[in-house]
Each structure stands twice: as structure tokens, then as C-alpha cells.
């Protein structure tokens, strides 16, 4: 089993910068591909960014795009989240997930590619 807690989402203001962490357990961080999902109340999850192993592949969301940036530490065992240009819509719970298999493409963006999953981080932006 893999654990992952996320951490660093609180209250700010429209235009703030604001960057999540996720820490894992385990000696085998490294070997995950690590995802960043969000669910806003009464909507789906959605996917927001994802680090491939290697740290070299990223891929994103088309509503954040341009405004946010994942990366890793594996020395740390960590996954970031910089999140610029905060905007209201972009309040939710922050989920990160960590995918065992390596996978080609968009296929990261599904919940399904992904095997262990943190508690998650509320962000709330106010406008």
C-alpha cells in the first residue's frame, strides 16, 4: 500500500500564488507516475496535471494550462503543485494520485490509470 497526503491548500485571494505538496511513503517513488486531479461540489473529478517517472513528460488540463506547473523531488518522495494566477473557479479539493503502470499519452488523464489516490487539500479562491 502506498500513502499519500497532500498538503498546503488554505484560503486565498484571486490572482495569489499558492503550490501544493503530496508526500509518499515507500522506497519506490520514483517508479510512479504522479497525477494532480480536482473535484469543485457537484461536479466530476477532473484531471489537472501529470509528471511521468522521469519527471521529463508533463501533461495538463485544458482549463489550467499555462497557470500551473508539476514536478517531483524523488530524493524527497514529493509531488508539487505551483498553482499561478489563481482565479474562483479554480477552488476544490486537490487530489493526487499516483499511476504504478506506464501508460502512453492521454490515457493519464482518466481517474482509471491511476492506483493509489491522497485524502486531498481544499483550495478556495475568493474573487
Same mark, same amino acid.
Given at each position: 500500500? *502506498?500513502?499519500?497526503?497532500?498538503?498546503?491548500?488554505? =484560503? *486565498?485571494?484571486?490572482?495569489?500564488? =499558492?503550490?501544493?505538496?503530496? &508526500?509518499?511513503?515507500?522506497?519506490?517513488?520514483?517508479?510512479?507516475?504522479?497525477?494532480?486531479?480536482?473535484?469543485?461540489?457537484?461536479?466530476?473529478?477532473?484531471?489537472?496535471?501529470?509528471?511521468?517517472?522521469?519527471?521529463?513528460?508533463?501533461?495538463?488540463?485544458?482549463?489550467?494550462?499555462?497557470? =500551473?506547473?508539476?514536478?517531483?523531488? !524523488? &530524493?524527497?518522495?514529493?509531488?508539487?503543485?505551483?498553482? !499561478?494566477? =489563481?482565479?474562483?473557479?479554480?477552488?476544490? *479539493?486537490?487530489?493526487? &494520485?499516483?499511476?504504478?503502470?506506464?501508460?502512453?499519452?492521454?490515457?493519464?488523464?482518466?481517474?482509471?490509470?491511476?492506483?493509489?489516490?491522497?485524502?486531498?487539500?481544499?483550495?478556495? *479562491?475568493?474573487?
Amino acid at each position: 500500500q *502506498v500513502q499519500l497526503v497532500e498538503s498546503g491548500g488554505r =484560503l *486565498v485571494q484571486a490572482g495569489d500564488s =499558492l503550490r501544493l505538496s503530496c &508526500a509518499a511513503s515507500g522506497r519506490t517513488f520514483s517508479a510512479y507516475a504522479m497525477g494532480w486531479f480536482r473535484q469543485a461540489p457537484g461536479k466530476e473529478r477532473e484531471f489537472v496535471a501529470l509528471i511521468r517517472q522521469s519527471g521529463n513528460m508533463r501533461y495538463y488540463g485544458d482549463s489550467v494550462k499555462g497557470r =500551473l506547473t508539476i514536478s517531483r523531488d !524523488n &530524493a524527497k518522495n514529493t509531488v508539487y503543485l505551483q498553482m !499561478n494566477s =489563481l482565479k474562483p473557479e479554480d477552488t476544490a *479539493v486537490y487530489y493526487c &494520485a499516483a499511476a504504478a503502470g506506464v501508460y502512453s499519452g492521454d490515457y493519464y488523464r482518466q481517474p482509471r490509470a491511476y492506483d493509489y489516490w491522497g485524502q486531498g487539500t481544499q483550495v478556495t *479562491v475568493s474573487s
